[in-house]
């Protein structure tokens, strides 16, 4: 949750993390996951530096599609390489899993995400416009 909470902190959003940790343990952990993750760590100080959470999102179009929820670096390890690392484990992981693809969001005004996901020839969609409700 501390990585959690360095994201909503960087991009301007603390306020809006509202999960307890305990559902966040049982959303992923529990009888029924609804989330996976990769986790990059460092061994040497026995703490977790970054981590990539993804669930299964489905398309009437495309099928199966690995959703990329968050990718997270601890700020100390940014630029090192952990990023592309948990990034390409994405990309193995709907490879082998044989999904059509995967795809995520990113924030308008944060270029250091943009130039990271030009590497990977993402593709960025200004058709779409994001929806929501609170319930």
């Known amino acids: 949750m501390e990585l ?3 994201l ?3 991009e301007k959003a603390p306020e ?3 999960v307890s940790l305990e559902h966040f ?4 952990f529990g009888e029924n996951p609804v989330w996976w993750a990769f986790v990059a ?3 040497e100080n026995k703490t ?3 981590f990539a959470l993804y669930y299964i999102r489905y398309s009437t179009w495309k099928g199966q599609r690995l ?3 968050d990718i997270i670096v601890t700020e100390k390890w940014r630029g090192k390489g ?3 690392l948990l990034f390409d484990a994405l990309v193995e992981e709907a490879k082998n899993k044989k999904f059509s693809g995967m795809a995520w969001q990113v924030l308008e005004w944060n270029e250091p995400a943009k130039r990271f996901y030009k590497k990977y020839n993402a593709d960025f969609d200004g058709e779409w416009i994001n929806c929501s409700i609170g319930i």
């Open 4 to 6: 959690v909470h360095e």
């Open 8 to 10: 909503a902190e960087y």
């Open 16 to 18: 809006q993390v509202t």
């Open 25 to 28: 343990e049982e959303s992923g």
């Open 41 to 43: 760590d460092d061994t």
């Open 48 to 50: 977790i530096v970054g």
């Open 67 to 69: 959703y990329l929820e």
């Open 82 to 84: 952990v990023g592309g």
